[in-house]
């Protein structure tokens, strides 16, 4: 396989893992809440490489895990606290891990090749340089074998507890009261969270893990209503912007990871213009077929308010109703015309009348 291959089947690999979680993180109104996991878990790093004195050590993992954890704790403590709010507890907790990492790493981890802009940043062209050597034999790039462990067990989490997650997301008091431990489904999640976040950054950088777990759930759920099909949607936009976004690097000569990053913003622009049912343009069209809705019954109620009345030529004359409904003549024009067309008026000697078809029920 091609090193270009490699790249884009590593990006497509985060980018589905960190889609699955991050579903729920966007329907928990928790989306901050992955970007203060995904800079504070280089504390954890930090702290078992110490311990460790090894950047392959399995307990980095389990560090920055941990430390993930601790962020959810400490923000959800200060939030419960009711001192601060749940943004504000987070931008106390986030800066807070995040500043001893640096000053660990300044401290003590100076020569080491581990420093906040491999974390933020990443450098996917790399990722095929490290290789999975088992056996002398090269079975392909460590990042691809990683991530694809932890797509599967993302994959087999949500398929074992969909139900309670769905559950707890939608309405947590009823969970609690059916017994599905709700705490421990959220501190679940939050490790899921905390896992495929530390898995990915060393390749994408934590900025593009924040990019995937966020930005193509927010773009499905602006497509679908359906939970199922919004965690589909996720993971095909996710991949389909890695790979747009690897070629548009390549096109443009920039970086992989800052490409796929605006890929993802782009593909969510063009889903909140366009989106069918929820998107900007969608908003804008039934609005305006709102306000033409409206506008039409009260010419209505006017047209049948006067009707047979001596002053029905001046009320509903075509040429006069618009200063008595407090109309510009266009609008008030655009209006009749329209009742006219659907047959709902009809014009009689230049007054506007109610059609009998349109006639209340029982009226003369």
Known sequence: ???????????????????????????????MMSDAITHTLLLGIVLAFLATHSLTSPFLIVGAASVGLLTVWMAEALQHSRRVSEDSAIGLTFPLLFSIAIVLITRYADSVHLDADAVLLGELAFAPFDRMIVGGADIGPRAAWSMGCVLLLNLAALSL?????????????????????????????????????????????????VAFMIGPPASAYLLTDDLRRMVVLSALIGGLNAVAGYWMAAWLDVSIAGSIAVMTGLSFLGV???????????????????????????????????????????????DSIHRHLGW?????????????????????GGVAKPADADRPEGGE
């Open 272 to 318: 909140f213009i366009l989106s069918p049912s929820r998107g900007l343009l969608s908003v804008v069209r039934r609005r305006a077929r709102q306000r033409m809705e409206y506008r039409e019954r009260i010419v209505l109620i006017h047209l049948h308010h006067h009707e047979g009345s001596g002053t029905e030529a001046q009320e509903s004359g075509i």
């Open 161 to 209: 507890f969909f139900k309670e997650l769905k559950l707890t997301t939608f309405d947590p008091v009823l969970a609690a009261l059916m017994g599905f431990a709700p705490v421990w489904l959220h501190y679940g999640l939050m490790a899921a969270v905390s896992i495929t976040a530390v898995a990915a950054f060393q390749a994408v950088g934590s900025i593009l893990v």
């Open 1 to 31: 396989m091609s090193p270009a291959l490699e790249i884009q089947l590593i990006a497509v690999l985060v980018a589905v893992a960190c889609a699955l979680p991050g579903c729920f993180l966007v329907l928990r109104r928790m989306s």
């Open 328 to 348: 510009p003549r266009p609008l008030a024009e655009a209006v009749l015309r329209r009742l006219e067309e659907r047959g709902r008026i009809r014009i009689e």
